[in-house]
């Protein structure tokens, strides 16, 4: 039986919570098709986040692998395009470590792209009536760490399986102590990942939009 792994982090930079943990560990077990949802919790902490994600491959053999994070100050679920081959911490991870400018993987490719189809999942989740966009960032903290480490392992070793990152918004429990900030209801954001996981094993050739539709 085929098998989907989700991965979300642990709280990091001062909150009580990650959205990205609450969301697919809801998740964990869901039966989609032929396939089986496995959740897993991920470190908040460069190095030790790509330990735990080579595990859980190890251990669950997957055939796609979708990360997602958070991204306080975004309004929208975002699936990233590209993960980049640095490490530059504008705050501590949370064991206290903030590298700067170091590549995650020494040698390896300046960037990888994300093996999941993100304009038709951004197409899905619009129609589902869910705020979705294109991401070229994931930034350079944990979230782009684990993205990148996730793509380097699939293009080495990964035999066909697929992966890639979504980052989503804040909690409105979260956005409550920041006010101004955007915000999505979890029910949402759960109801999304169903989407996002549906459409990556669904659709294997991505759609090609073009005049910036869905970015
Ligand atoms: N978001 C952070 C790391 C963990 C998370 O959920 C990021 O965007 O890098």
Redesign the pocket.
Known sequence: MPRVLLT??????GEAV????EAVRALDGWRVGEATVHARR?A?VFGQALRELDAAIDELQPTLVIA?????GRAEITPERVAINIDDGRIC?NAGCQPIDEPVVAGAPAAYFSTLPIKAIVRDLRAAGLPASVSNS?????????FFGLMHRLAARGAGVRGGFV?IPFLPEQAARWPGQPSMALAAVIEALRIVVGTSLAVHEDLRETGGALH
Not at 8 to 13: A, N, Q, V, Y
Not at 18 to 21: G, L, T
Not at 138 to 146: D, Q
């Open positions: 979300g982090f642990e709280p990091f930079d990650n959205p990205s943990w991920i908040c997602v994070g958070q991204a306080g991870d994931a930034g350079t903290f944990v979230c782009n760490h684990l980052h």
